[in-house]
């Protein structure tokens, strides 16, 4: 069976593969898509086998092939104003609307729809597809099918990320250190504050010493042309205590650490709990000895920067003849296929400004030059 590229980014985004669902359906349809051309996919599932990551390869058992990576997550439609169902794609003024056509699916449906072209190329150096799961809370997925490309792939000449870029070349994108923090009190009646640790009060103390430290950050601006240049701390969820006349007993705050290629992370955490245990903890134990602060890591994602003559960054820039030097404020994968030793660029269709934006949609002119960037590819290996 074959779909044009249209066709498929409809029935990728038909898929509802929010994060906290399963993304296993439409893994299991790229899985049969592919064996009815002849082509055998690897599936890399997590822990509960809930969820899975695929990769294959189009093309020859060779080295210096191409990976064509992408997540096949989406973010939450919850809240949201949309005027047509998100999973349905619906075309209005020269764009699809719906949830992923930008963030990221029709990058991938795009190449998924030319296997059928790429097998009857007969290409001297293969296409490898890599599609992970859970990339949208932390870029979870990815690392295990890595370990696996790298383990079991003929060495691949680079890897082409299909974040949307409006299919500019990106060269470097931020880290994300997404930490816990869990401030333990001791109840009182609130009329005897003498009595009691407020952790709800504290954790406001912690908050606004994180907001000191991303004050002080946008003090060390990147020579990456990142918006904002510097490396973020930001507070996103706060919750804790009981009732408004009970001290609090309990508060938990998430908070994440995004930072320039240039910025090491766990500084900004280190720095964190050192106040923590010599500024906060002694006055919160003076009144109640069990009280605590305990802060863990949730996840982690390298940032990812420009190489030194990379392969990626010049097979990017030959086809599109974008030569500026762009940078990406979000985390994705590269960084961690970078980290793992592959020559890596960001490239792909869409505007990240529509991403996890109710009404998401993808310009059809985007969809076009895609599959040119794709066939361009295609004739490189195929030479």
Same mark, same amino acid.
């Given at each position: 069976?074959?779909?044009?590229?249209?066709?498929?980014?409809?029935?990728?985004?038909?898929?509802?593969?929010?994060?906290?669902?399963?993304?296993?359906?439409?893994?299991?349809?790229?899985?049969?898509?592919?064996?009815?051309?002849?082509?055998?996919?690897?599936?890399?599932?997590?822990?509960?086998?809930?969820?899975?990551?695929?990769?294959?390869?189009?093309?020859?058992?060779?080295?210096?092939?191409?990976?064509?990576?992408?997540?096949?997550?989406?973010?939450?439609?919850?809240?949201?104003?949309?005027?047509?169902?998100?999973?349905?794609?619906?075309?209005?003024?020269?764009?699809?609307?719906?949830?992923?056509?930008?963030?990221?699916?029709?990058?991938?449906?795009?190449?998924?729809?030319?296997?059928?072209?790429?097998?009857?190329?007969?290409?001297?150096?293969?296409?490898?597809?890599?599609?992970?799961?859970?990339?949208?809370?932390?870029?979870?997925?990815?690392?295990?099918?890595?370990?696996?490309?790298?383990?079991?792939?003929?060495?691949?000449?680079?890897?082409?990320?299909?974040?949307?870029?409006?299919?500019?070349?990106?060269?470097?994108?931020?880290?994300?250190?997404?930490?816990?923090?869990?401030?333990?009190?001791?109840?009182?009646?609130?009329?005897?504050?003498?009595?009691?640790?407020?952790?709800?009060?504290?954790? @406001?103390?912690?908050? &606004?010493?994180?907001? %000191?430290?991303?004050? /002080? *950050?946008?003090?060390?601006?990147?020579?990456?042309?990142? =918006?904002?240049?510097?490396?973020?701390?930001?507070?996103?969820?706060?919750?804790?205590?009981?009732?408004?006349?009970?001290?609090?007993?309990?508060?938990?705050?998430?908070?994440?650490?995004?930072?320039?290629?240039?910025?090491?992370?766990?500084?900004?955490?280190?720095?964190?709990?050192?106040?923590?245990?010599?500024?906060?903890?002694?006055?919160?134990?003076?009144?109640?000895?069990?009280?605590?602060?305990?802060?863990?890591?949730?996840?982690?994602?390298?940032?990812?920067?420009?190489?030194?003559?990379?392969?990626?960054?010049?097979? @990017?820039?030959?086809? &599109?003849?974008?030569? %500026?030097?762009?940078? /990406? *404020?979000?985390?994705?994968?590269?960084?961690?296929?970078? =980290?793992?030793?592959?020559?890596?660029?960001?490239?792909?269709?869409?505007?990240?400004?529509?991403?996890?934006?109710?009404?998401?949609?993808?310009?059809?002119?985007?969809?076009?030059?895609?599959?040119?960037?794709?066939?361009?590819?295609?004739?490189?290996?195929?030479?």
């Amino acid at each position: 069976m074959t779909h044009s590229p249209r066709e498929m980014i409809e029935t990728l985004v038909g898929f509802p593969t929010v994060s906290r669902d399963s993304n296993l359906e439409l893994i299991h349809f790229v899985r049969d898509y592919l064996a009815e051309h002849g082509v055998e996919s690897h599936i890399v599932p997590n822990e509960d086998a809930t969820k899975a990551n695929l990769y294959a390869t189009i093309g020859p058992d060779a080295e210096a092939g191409i990976v064509l990576s992408g997540h096949t997550d989406v973010v939450p439609i919850d809240g949201q104003p949309w005027d047509t169902d998100p999973f349905e794609v619906v075309e209005r003024e020269g764009r699809l609307y719906g949830r992923g056509t930008a963030d990221m699916k029709s990058f991938y449906a795009i190449a998924l729809a030319l296997v059928p072209d790429m097998l009857d190329r007969g290409m001297k150096r293969p296409i490898h597809l890599a599609l992970s799961y859970d990339e949208e809370v932390g870029c979870l997925g990815a690392p295990a099918m890595i370990a696996e490309i790298a383990a079991r792939v003929p060495r691949p000449a680079a890897v082409i990320v299909g974040e949307p870029t409006s299919m500019k070349v990106m060269t470097a994108h931020k880290g994300i250190t997404m930490m816990e923090t869990v401030v333990t009190g001791y109840e009182a009646h609130s009329s005897q504050t003498h009595r009691g640790v407020s952790a709800v009060m504290n954790a @406001a103390q912690l908050v &606004t010493k994180l907001d %000191a430290m991303a004050r /002080a *950050a946008a003090d060390h601006p990147s020579a990456l042309p990142f =918006e904002p240049p510097n490396t973020t701390i930001h507070v996103g969820m706060i919750e804790g205590g009981t009732a408004a006349n009970i001290i609090s007993r309990r508060c938990r705050f998430v908070w994440d650490v995004r930072h320039i290629p240039e910025d090491d992370p766990v500084v900004h955490v280190d720095h964190f709990n050192a106040w923590c245990e010599s500024e906060v903890l002694p006055r919160m134990r003076s009144v109640a000895p069990e009280a605590n602060i305990e802060t863990r890591m949730l996840n982690q994602a390298p940032a990812f920067g420009p190489e030194e003559n990379g392969e990626a960054e010049r097979i @990017a820039r030959a086809i &599109t003849g974008d030569n %500026a030097v762009h940078a /990406a *404020a979000y985390a994705a994968e590269a960084g961690q296929f970078q =980290e793992a030793g592959f020559s890596t660029v960001i490239c792909g269709p869409g505007s990240i400004d529509q991403a996890h934006q109710p009404n998401e949609f993808i310009d059809l002119e985007q969809i076009d030059q895609c599959e040119r960037f794709l066939r361009r590819l295609m004739d490189d290996l195929s030479r």
